[in-house]
């Protein structure tokens, strides 16, 4: 029997993301143009003599390839830089008020709630607008240090549920120490649900960079994916008809936010077997009462309000049925 | 009694996230190196025009407004004593413009895209969800991979798309702002007729990725739902589909119901790029040119009033769970 069963939607996820990343990570070796070059005139239509014309010219006569691959690569380093970033204070605030209890948690938890409460978009956009040299770390920094709230409340719901179980006790009878406990005997448990929220940080960090971008508080001096939109938008590409300048951003951000979701949905299939459909009827239930959903009116708090967080936090919202079984069943 | 307790939890918590709110929302801009004053009336003077005597007179509004002179804590205070009074402020880039206006002014028009799309999302979604759901096979995959394809592309993205293929290349709906240019803003047929002409396409591209939000999320539920015992223990007593379908859809809307509270809350920074994208002269448009000038009071009125509108939907929804769902009552108030 096979141990993990992949489906055919975690191929095409997988293979679309395999795609991007090529992209991005190998691009720039292989399209050699300088992005900040002027190669050509403005809105120069693509052509098919030379590598850097393949999508033609932006509005300052930059190769449009060149710009697009070192944009992918911008925008992969802010939404993985961010994502780590995020999930790691998130890890660490959800197990440790979720292991401690008491006060500790109660302060943890208190501090979750109300940066939960404030819509994350505009302390970005606040952060964003009082710093000012601006550039992709410093963006992926700004996003990961406003996007854990979310982890870190799902986190500490389940390894708060983890912690009763027989398994701690023996651990703790044995003479574990505190931190071995937390590493090997929780976080193991909250492992599918870790990759799954990574994924979407990663996603939503790099929707959030390019929205933040768009409103003209993207990195200066460097080519995002963001940025790209703005100076296409800036310049009036859409309404002349110069696709090349909108279009390659617009699908690039679309495809690595469409793929990324789509991986998170498989790998919920993947962990979560009660997804899958076709048994559902005579599945045997394990003591879960449905939870009611205390949490999810801030967890999606952040959602509706802007884009990259926002899906993020809304999928969080569809995704907590499998947090929701993984801390009761 | 025990309603009350839990009211008065939750009204301690939100006001606690609103001073942080507000805190944010007032030491950010005062980070940016340099005093904002010195720079916009420097700005001002080197546009020429305006004489020494009206920059001092300008200089010295600006310093008395927000007590720059003062130290940090009393700056707050007059803020707040400020935002009390229901003023915003003036703007650094529209001198002599109270913020209160440039804001009031956009506001209506983004809520006029976004209030329609909210709605016929959530209604169109919610169904396309649970049908989707109870019906299972082909319909599912489709409606499900469609509709995480729809919420999963960037709103902004969808809008650079319409409008690139509706609007210039079809060239049947107009392409930027909100009316035609000669009109002014009136409640007439005339005015109406022409400003729905530009109000299609920014609501199209918001409601697409609406539907397909929400018919995610209320597939999703509704399966967790299918799985029930009440479910099984209904069909075991012989009940009717429509009828077990009645009962999965009211469980799953709940979850649901909250979401559309929530994007009701976030209604005014819900579609900031969407109205950069089609010019359209409403919240996202008005800070997008108040960050471009460095209009630091119109940035902070604009983040002000989107942290406001999330939190008192926000709260407004956990205030109704504890009316609706005694379980949730009794777990925050330590009952069990």
């Not at chain 1, 790099?206 to 100076?231: K, N, Q, R, V």
């Not at chain 1, 939870?291 to 801030?298: I, K």
Request: aromatic share 10%.
């Amino acid at each position: 029997m096979k141990a993990i069963n992949f489906t055919p939607r975690f191929w095409v996820a997988a293979s679309l993301i395999l795609f991007v990343l090529v992209v991005g990570v190998l691009g720039p070796f292989i399209v050699r143009t300088d992005p900040n070059a002027v190669i050509g005139g403005l809105y120069d239509a693509p052509s098919m003599n030379k590598l850097a014309m393949w999508l033609g010219t932006d509005n300052e006569g930059q190769s449009v390839l060149a710009n697009l691959v070192n944009g992918i690569r911008t925008s992969l380093l802010v939404g993985l830089l961010a994502g780590i970033i995020a999930m790691v204070i998130g890890l660490i605030i959800g197990l440790v008020a979720g292991f401690q209890g008491g006060v500790v948690s109660d302060i943890l938890m208190g501090i979750t709630n109300i940066v939960l409460a404030i819509p994350s978009i505009v302390v970005v956009i606040l952060l964003s607008v009082a710093l000012n040299g601006r550039n992709a770390v410093i963006l992926g920094f700004v996003i990961g240090i406003t996007s854990w709230p979310w982890t870190a409340r799902a986190v500490q719901a389940q390894s708060t549920s983890i912690r009763v179980r027989e398994h701690i006790d023996v651990a703790r009878l044995s003479g574990a120490r505190w931190i071995s406990i937390l590493l090997w005997d929780i976080l193991p448990y909250l492992l599918s649900y870790v990759a799954m929220a990574f994924v979407l940080q990663v996603s939503g960090a790099i929707l959030t960079e390019s929205a933040l971008s768009m409103l003209g508080l993207g990195p200066s001096g460097e080519t995002s994916l963001g940025t790209m939109l703005y100076w296409a938008l800036a310049w009036g590409s859409v309404r002349t008809g110069a696709w090349w300048a909108f279009l390659p951003p617009t699908i690039m951000l679309t495809l690595v936010a469409f793929s990324l979701l789509l991986l998170q949905s498989s790998l919920d299939e993947v962990f979560n077997p009660r997804l899958r459909r076709g048994k559902l009827r005579k599945r045997p239930r394990g003591a879960a009462t449905p939870v009611p959903a205390v949490a999810s009116p801030q967890t999606l708090g952040s959602s509706p309000l802007i884009e990259a967080p926002g899906r993020a936090g809304r999928t969080a919202g569809a995704s907590s049925s499998t947090v929701r079984d993984g801390g009761v069943a | 009694m025990q309603f009350a307790k839990y009211i008065g939890r939750k009204v301690l918590w939100y006001l606690a996230a609103l001073i942080v709110a507000l805190l944010l929302n007032f030491i950010l801009p005062r980070l940016v190196p340099g005093n904002p004053v010195d720079a916009i009336v420097s700005n001002m003077s080197r546009g020429g025009g305006a004489t020494g005597e009206q920059m001092k007179a300008v200089y010295n509004n600006y310093m008395q407004q927000f007590g720059l002179d003062k130290p940090m804590w009393e700056q707050f205070l007059i803020y707040l004593s400020n935002l009390a009074h229901g003023n915003l402020g003036t703007s650094f880039a529209q001198y002599p413009a109270s913020v209160n206006k440039l804001v009031g002014q956009a506001l209506p028009w983004s809520i006029a895209i976004q209030l329609p799309a909210i709605l016929v999302g959530w209604i169109v979604g919610n169904l396309l969800g649970a049908v989707a759901a109870f019906r299972g096979g082909w319909f599912d995959r489709g409606a499900f991979v469609g509709s995480l394809f729809a919420s999963s592309m960037p709103y902004y993205c969808l809008a650079i798309l319409l409008l690139y293929i509706v609007g210039v290349k079809l060239g049947v709906l107009p392409i930027s702002g909100a009316y035609s240019f000669g009109l002014s803003p009136e409640p007439t047929l005339a005015f109406f007729g022409d400003a729905i002409t530009y109000w299609w396409l920014p609501f199209w591209s918001l409601v697409i990725v609406f539907v397909g939000g929400q018919a995610v999320g209320m597939r999703s539920m509704s399966i967790y739902e299918l799985g029930a015992d009440y479910v099984n223990y209904g069909r075991g007593l012989g009940l009717r589909d429509n009828r077990i379908v009645r009962y999965i859809f009211r469980n799953a809307m709940l979850p649901q119901v909250t979401g559309l509270a929530l994007s009701i809350g976030g209604i005014v920074g819900g579609a900031l790029i969407t109205e950069l994208v089609f010019s359209y002269p409403g919240i996202g448009t008005t800070l997008f040119n108040a960050i471009s000038q460095n209009d630091y009071p119109v940035i902070q009125a604009i983040t002000l009033i989107i942290t406001v509108a999330v939190l008192a939907a926000n709260f407004l929804v956990e205030i109704a769970y504890g009316l609706i769902d005694p379980r949730i009552r009794a777990a925050q108030t330590g009952d069990r």
